[in-house]
């Protein structure tokens, strides 16, 4: 499997991902940066995404939903806070309505990736952090944790299909 370990901590409120893959971190970071690889392993397999805007730059922001089993939408948006390419990204991170704006009630996550090479691998960390600990209890009770790695586990197939790209 490609994470190799998940991390609460609700002290910090953050929960953490890390992921190996057998790729370079200019490769693994087109992943992030081209919203057609993005979509491909941002969310579980069951509940796929799209993004319908992807504006890869600090200051940018993207929009995208994912689709469940029975058609319903999940609706979401980052605001990329930081980029240093190839090596780090950091955006927050919501939920929206059906026309894209942001659902307050539900609050803003801000997450930061880190890749970094270890030989002719990649370390992906993605760390959520939260703004109080009844948000990160309700993510989490929605599957966050379940779902991340689901959808995380997609992405050797993707890194592997697009080597030369």
Do not use: C
Request: charged content about 25%.
């Amino acid at each position: 499997m490609t994470v190799t370990s998940s991390v609460k901590n609700l002290e910090a409120l953050s929960l953490t991902f890390v992921a190996e893959f057998d790729a370079s971190v200019e490769r693994v970071w087109q992943i992030w940066e081209d919203p057609r690889q993005l979509e491909r392993w941002w969310g579980p397999p069951t509940w796929p995404a799209t993004f319908a805007k992807h504006d890869f730059v600090p200051g940018g922001e993207s929009s995208y939903y994912m689709t469940g089993p029975e058609g319903e939408k999940s609706r979401g948006w980052w605001r990329i806070t930081d980029i240093k390419a190839p090596h780090h990204l950091a955006f927050d991170d919501g939920f929206a309505d059906e026309n894209g704006a942001p659902v307050a009630d539900m609050g803003t996550m801000h997450g930061v990736v880190t890749l970094e090479a270890i030989g002719d691998r990649t370390r992906m960390t993605v760390m959520t952090e939260f703004e109080a600990e009844e948000q990160m209890e309700q993510i989490l009770a929605m599957g966050m944790e379940e779902g991340m790695q689901q959808a995380m586990g997609q992405i050797d197939a993707i890194v592997a299909e697009h080597a030369n790209a």
